[in-house]
């Protein structure tokens, strides 16, 4: 049973840096791509990052730059770093196997404050 559970979100003024982390477990963290979602009020759920198996990334084009997606295979944790944040990356963050559903679970709440 894949369990993902998601930490390190805040409230930062705009310019700020968090990290978020993402501990799995119930799966083979090591073989699985893994995905960073984003889910803001009023706004569909968003790809933001992805981390594949052999270490290549993707970023949508609102966080390429600022984001970095990383990930720790001796203590099955993904991380986001995000830098130069910005009031538009105010969402509800979420981590997601590559393929599984994006936008569900605890996710946890960023705040950027202009």
């Known amino acids: 049973q894949v369990n993902l559970v998601e930490s390190g979100g805040g409230s930062v003024q705009a310019g700020g840096s968090l990290r978020l982390s993402c501990t799995a477990s119930g799966f083979t963290f090591d073989d699985t791509d893994m995905d960073w979602y984003r889910e803001a009020p009023g706004n569909e759920c968003e790809l933001v990052s992805t981390?594949?198996?052999?270490?290549?990334?993707y970023y949508a084009d609102s966080v390429k730059g600022r984001f970095t997606i990383s990930r720790d295979m001796t203590k099955n944790t993904l991380y986001l770093h995000m830098n130069s944040l910005k009031p538009e990356d105010t969402a509800v963050y979420y981590c997601?196997?590559?393929?599984?559903?994006?936008?569900w679970g605890q996710g946890t709440q960023v705040t950027v404050s202009s």
């Open positions: 981390i594949s198996s052999d270490g290549s990334t």
């Open positions: 997601a196997t590559n393929g599984g559903v994006g936008c």
